[in-house]
C-alpha cells in the first residue's frame, strides 16, 4: 500500500495541470499514466493552439508537455510520476488498484483523488466496418505524429469537426491524398479556418452524407457514401464510391468515466456533454466525497478548457486533502473567468447548457 495526498489518475492536458495546481498549493502528488509517456492527446497534436497565452495560444500541442513538465520538475521529491501504469479501481474505501506493466499491482491510499481519464474515440456503424485500413483520427495521428508512419495512400475522411479537419490537413501534409470530407450534419462542426485550408487544395467537404459500406476482401478497397435527408436517413439512388485505402472515423468522442462508475459516483446522461458524465459541483468534486474529475471524462472539450479545468480540479482537491493555496479565490476566479471566454462562441453555448443540466450548486 502506498500513501500519497492527492492521486491523478492520467497524465494528459488536465491531468498535467491538476497536478502543478496541486503541487503550487503544497500538496503531494502522484501521477499515474497508462501510457509510456504524459501529455495523452498533447503528444500527436501538431497544429497550433487557439485561445490565449494562458493556454499557450500559437504554442503546437506537442510543445506543451514540456512546458507543463517543468512546471513539475522544480518540485522533486513532492512529486511521484509512474507511467506505464493503468489504474484498474477505486473501491469503497477510497484504495486504488493500479497495475505495471502486465503483472505487478499495487494500491494507493490517497487523500484525494483527481480522476482525469479523458476519452475515447466513437465508432460508427456500417456493414465492413471492421476491414484493416479502417482507423479512428487518434490512431491515424499517432501512427503519423508520433512514429512518422505513413496511414496510406488515398484517405476518406468521415467526419468534419475539428478532429476530422484538422487530421485531413496533417495527411495532405504528409503526402497523403484525401479524396472526401464527409459528416452526416447538414454544416461542418469544426472552425472555418480548418475547413478553409482543406478546400483550398481542392478536397471535397461532403455534408449530409454518410458511408453506408466499405468495400475490400482483406483490406479496404473504397467505400460507398450516401446523402443523408434532415431526419439523417439515406436517401435511395444517391450512392457514391470512393476508392481509398483508408478510411479515418472522427465522428465524436465518449467520455471514459468507468473507474468513476466503479467507484459509485452519481452518473448521468448529458448529450452536450457528449454521453455518460459524472455529477459535480462547482469544486469539481463528484458524489463521493474526495473523487475530483478534469477534462473529457465529465464533458468534451477542446484541450484548452481541458487544462484549465485541470487547473481548478487540482486547487480544490488540494484544498480538500488540507492544502489550500495562497490567494485561493482569486486564482479560482481567474481560471473560471478563462474557461468563461473559452466557451462564449456558440460551441461554448452548447457545453454551458450541459454544464448547466450537471453541475450541483452545493
Avoid: W
Avoid at 496510406?152 to 496533417?170: E, F
Avoid at 478497397?221 to 436517401?235: L, P, Q, R, Y
Avoid at 476508392?243 to 446522461?269: F, Q
Avoid at 455518460?276 to 484541450?303: C, H, L, Q
Amino acid at each position: 500500500m502506498r500513501e500519497t495526498e492527492v492521486l491523478i489518475i492520467g497524465g494528459g492536458p488536465a491531468g498535467l495541470c491538476a497536478a502543478v495546481s496541486a503541487l503550487e498549493s503544497g500538496a503531494s502528488v502522484t501521477i499515474l499514466e497508462r501510457n509510456r509517456r504524459l501529455g495523452g492527446q498533447l503528444v500527436k497534436q501538431t497544429h497550433m493552439f487557439f485561445g490565449s497565452k494562458e493556454q499557450y495560444a500559437s504554442f503546437r500541442g506537442i510543445d506543451i508537455p514540456a512546458i507543463l513538465l517543468e512546471k513539475l520538475e522544480k518540485y522533486g521529491d513532492k512529486l511521484r510520476v509512474e507511467t506505464d501504469c493503468t489504474a484498474l479501481g477505486i473501491y469503497e474505501d477510497g484504495v486504488v488498484t493500479a497495475l505495471f506493466g502486465e503483472e505487478r499491482y499495487v494500491k494507493y491510499l490517497p487523500k484525494a483523488i483527481v480522476v482525469a481519464t479523458g476519452a475515447s474515440e466513437k465508432a460508427l456503424a456500417f456493414e465492413n466496418n471492421d476491414l484493416p485500413g479502417i482507423y479512428g483520427a487518434g490512431a491515424v495521428q499517432t501512427l503519423m505524429n508520433v512514429y512518422g508512419v505513413k496511414p496510406g495512400n488515398k484517405v476518406l475522411m468521415v467526419g468534419a469537426g475539428n478532429i476530422g479537419l484538422i487530421v485531413s490537413y496533417q495527411l495532405m501534409q504528409a503526402g497523403v491524398e484525401v479524396v472526401a470530407v464527409l459528416d452526416a450534419a447538414p454544416k461542418i462542426g469544426g472552425y472555418c479556418v480548418h475547413a478553409s485550408k482543406i478546400r483550398r487544395a481542392g478536397v471535397p467537404i461532403l455534408v449530409s452524407h454518410t458511408v453506408t459500406r466499405a468495400l475490400g476482401d482483406k483490406t479496404l478497397e473504397g467505400a460507398i457514401v450516401c446523402e443523408m435527408d434532415e431526419k439523417f436517413n439515406v436517401i435511395e439512388g444517391t450512392e457514391k464510391r470512393y476508392d481509398c485505402d483508408v478510411m479515418c472515423i472522427s465522428v465524436g468522442l465518449t467520455p471514459l468515466t468507468e473507474l468513476l462508475g466503479m467507484a459509485g459516483c452519481e452518473m448521468k446522461y448529458v448529450p452536450e456533454l457528449s454521453g455518460i458524465v459524472p455529477a459535480r459541483n462547482k469544486a469539481y468534486m463528484t458524489s463521493r466525497d474526495g473523487i475530483f474529475v478534469a477534462g473529457d471524462v465529465s464533458g468534451i472539450e477542446e484541450a484548452s478548457a481541458a487544462m484549465v479545468e485541470g487547473y481548478l480540479a487540482g486547487l480544490h482537491c488540494a484544498a480538500y486533502a488540507g492544502y489550500k493555496s495562497e490567494n485561493f479565490a482569486q486564482k479560482v476566479e481567474d481560471l473560471e473567468g478563462q474557461l468563461a471566454k473559452l466557451r462564449g462562441g456558440p460551441s461554448g453555448a452548447h457545453i454551458l447548457r450541459g454544464i448547466q443540466k450537471n453541475v450541483k450548486e452545493d
